[in-house]
Every structure is written in structure tokens, then in C-alpha cells.
């Protein structure tokens, strides 16, 4: 009786130990596999911003072609009222030169 109390008690200690190696290997592989699926998250966040960036830098191109066009536009007019101005003032000049003789 003895003996067979003493062999449930090893075979509760070997299950006990086999449960535990089990569980020690299950907790392993979860551990791995959170670590692909977060290396996996981490790769398609740094794609997302990826992509982000390259469309943000588009849009800044297209704005600053659109504000150069702009700046352009508006600095050909300064210029050309500028020139009207000069050109008026020249006249003016000679008008008064040749009324003064």
C-alpha cells in the first residue's frame, strides 16, 4: 500500500513536472509570437509613416510650386508698374525739359 501511495506520489510529481515544462514552452512561444506580431505592427507603422511622409512632401512641392508661381506673378507686376512709373517719370522729364526751351 505503501509503495503505491509512494508511486501516486511520484506520478503526481512527474505529472506536476510535465505540466510545468508544458506551460514554461507555452509561455515561450506566446512570448515569441507577441514579439513577431509587435515587430509586424512596428514594420507596417513605419510603412504607414512612410507613406505619410512621401505624401506629405508632395503636397509641401505642389504648395511651394503654387506659392513660387504666385510670388512670381506678383513680383512681374511690382516690377512692370515699376517700369510704367519710371517710364512716366522720364516722360515727364522730357516734357518739362522741352517746355522750359
Given at each position: 500500500?505503501?509503495?503505491?501511495g ?14 510545468i ?21 512596428i ?59
Open positions: 500500500m505503501t509503495s503505491d509512494i508511486k501516486l506520489v511520484i506520478q503526481a510529481e512527474n505529472d506536476a513536472s510535465n505540466k515544462k508544458a506551460a514554461k514552452e507555452y509561455k515561450k512561444e506566446v512570448v515569441n509570437r507577441a514579439r513577431k506580431d509587435a515587430a509586424d505592427h514594420k507596417a507603422l513605419e510603412e504607414d509613416l512612410k507613406n505619410d511622409l512621401e505624401r506629405k512632401n508632395v503636397e509641401d512641392a505642389r504648395y511651394l510650386e503654387e506659392l513660387k508661381v504666385c510670388l512670381e506673378t506678383e513680383f512681374n507686376k511690382k516690377v512692370g508698374d515699376l517700369d510704367e512709373k519710371c517710364v512716366d517719370d522720364l516722360i515727364s522729364k522730357i516734357v518739362g525739359i522741352i517746355a522750359d526751351k
